[in-house]
């Protein structure tokens, strides 16, 4: 099982980003429509992968940490397995990173392990890649939303 550990940087603080990432992620798990682009790299083609996202509630510590699983939710023998969480992590007074890490299991065992590190060149990680920067803009957009809310409360 390849190990994940991706990061991106967002310019708000942990106090904005930490409970808006878990406002994000729990939406996604919400909806039964979100779809992940898998790239191929076969002249940049990409193939739209319906994906359930599940939060793991029980195993939340704080909204600094959520765990999450990520499955195709149709042909999902053929398509890897996520299992990890998303962090917030404070980069100083006005700045964040976004950090996912884990693991993924590739289908059809050592021969989809192969393929994905050969001919499909790392595509999973390359999906789990853009994953994060939709989750990054995502929260930044929430984080948005919510400060947007506040100025329109303080004008009332």
């Not at 310019?11 to 979100?34: F, K």
């Not at 940049?44 to 992968?49: D, M």
């Given at each position: ?110 021969i989809g392990s ?43």
């Amino acid at each position: 099982m390849p190990n994940i550990d991706i990061e991106t940087r967002i310019s708000s603080p942990q106090a904005s980003v930490a409970p808006r990432l878990e406002t994000v992620l729990r939406g996604y798990a919400q909806q039964d429509n979100v779809t992940l682009a898998l790239g191929l790299p076969l002249g940049g083609a990409e193939v739209a992968v319906p994906v359930t996202i599940e939060t793991h509630a029980a195993e939340v510590r704080n909204a600094f940490e959520v765990p999450l699983t990520l499955r195709a939710t149709q042909h999902a023998l053929m398509f890897p397995t996520f299992d990890g969480e998303v962090r917030s992590l404070a980069g100083g007074p006005l700045e964040s990173t976004l950090r996912l890490t884990g693991t993924y299991t590739a289908p059809l065992g050592a021969i989809g392990s192969l393929g994905d590190g050969t001919v499909l060149g790392h595509a999973a990680e390359r999906t789990l890649r853009s994953f994060l920067e939709r989750v990054r803009a995502d929260t930044i957009e929430e984080i948005q939303r919510s400060e947007l809310d506040v100025r329109m409360r303080l004008r009332a």
